[in-house]
């Protein structure tokens, strides 16, 4: 299948490859598509990826189609499948999806034009992931050797499950913390206070309320106390070390108020990279390389 589905199948070479085509976008490097037509199709609430999807295409000269699946015949019964033929058909040359559907893109393997996958489940995030790398990147110049912790929902979290195989094949040291509830296999468990100390990068994680099938055990309160990011913390850091956050953010759960645009805090920058990564990902598609 064309596009990007997941980081899982694409060789460290090339993930390495799109963070430096990135980097050249974000210094400059035109790259234009007139004429080319993008449909963007979510079925689940997202500003970030959405927009800064939206953003990079018209970066790219390319025209956007929003999909509205609310007034779409998605309401009528249509599959995913018959939904993206159609717009293949169309002459569409591409098609952003997010779904709450883990690996909905595997009913999808007879579609020939790119799809790039905008969050499936809790399975995959790659344009997500490609960004953190970007930014991790642009911070140390270098994965190997580095230490990462992941914090909070990691269960249900796409952006944890996509990073922690993504950054150990990078040669990055990944460990999980936050409740035993949300606690997974998917890396080594470490205590909060230890890796608030020892960590370089610091990634949080929203609550994923949506995705719980029962209620959180602890209060947002006893969260916050427990395994928020607060101005205390944030002095326990080591010096060069990172805050990261895929967003949105609830200021006052996983993280202080105060703390979200700290001199450590790079989650604007992510958002910003976001764009640069997206446009080196639909480039290369249309090119053929990916
Ligand atoms: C994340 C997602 O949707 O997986 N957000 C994003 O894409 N930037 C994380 C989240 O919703 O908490």
Redesign the pocket.
């Known amino acids: 299948m064309k596009g990007l589905l997941t980081l899982k199948d694409l060789h460290k070479d090339k993930i390495l490859e799109l963070i430096e085509y990135a980097l050249q976008i974000k210094n400059g490097l035109k790259v234009s598509y007139p004429g080319k037509k993008v449909v963007t199709l979510f079925y ?1 609430n ?1 500003t ?2 959405h927009y800064s999807f939206q953003c990079a295409l018209l970066n790219l000269g390319i025209n956007v189609i929003q999909c509205n699946t609310e007034t779409s015949s998605v309401q009528k019964g249509e599959s995913l499948y018959d939904t993206v033929r159609t717009f293949e058909y169309l002459g569409v040359d591409g098609v952003v999806i ?1 779904s709450s559907q883990d690996e909905y893109f595997k009913e999808l393997e007879n579609i020939n034009i790119p799809i790039f996958n ?2 499936d489940g809790k399975s995959n ?1 790659p344009t ?1 992931s490609l960004l953190d790398l970007m930014t991790i990147y642009e911070e140390y110049g270098k994965f190997e050797g580095l230490k990462c912790c992941i914090i909070g929902d990691i269960a249900h ?3 944890a499950h996509t990073n922690i195989e993504v950054m150990e094949r990078l040669g990055m040291e990944v460990y999980i913390s936050g409740p035993e509830e949300f606690i997974d296999d998917s890396a080594k468990y470490i205590p909060f206070d230890e890796a608030i100390k020892t960590m370089d990068v610091i990634m949080l ?2 609550v ?1 309320f949506e995705r719980h099938e029962e209620k959180m055990e602890m209060t947002i309160s006893d969260y916050h106390a427990r395994y928020g990011l607060t101005k205390e913390k944030v002095d326990c850091m080591k010096e060069h070390a990172i805050i990261m956050h ?3 953010v609830n200021r006052g759960v996983e993280i202080a108020d105060d703390v979200v645009e700290c001199s450590k805090s790079r989650i604007f920058k992510q958002m910003a990279n ?1 764009v640069y990564i997206r446009m080196a990902v639909v480039s290369s598609a249309l090119d053929g390389k990916l």
């Open positions: 689940e997202s970030r990826t997010r905008g969050g995030h997500q979290s796409r952006v994680l929203r994923q895929p967003a949105p976001g």
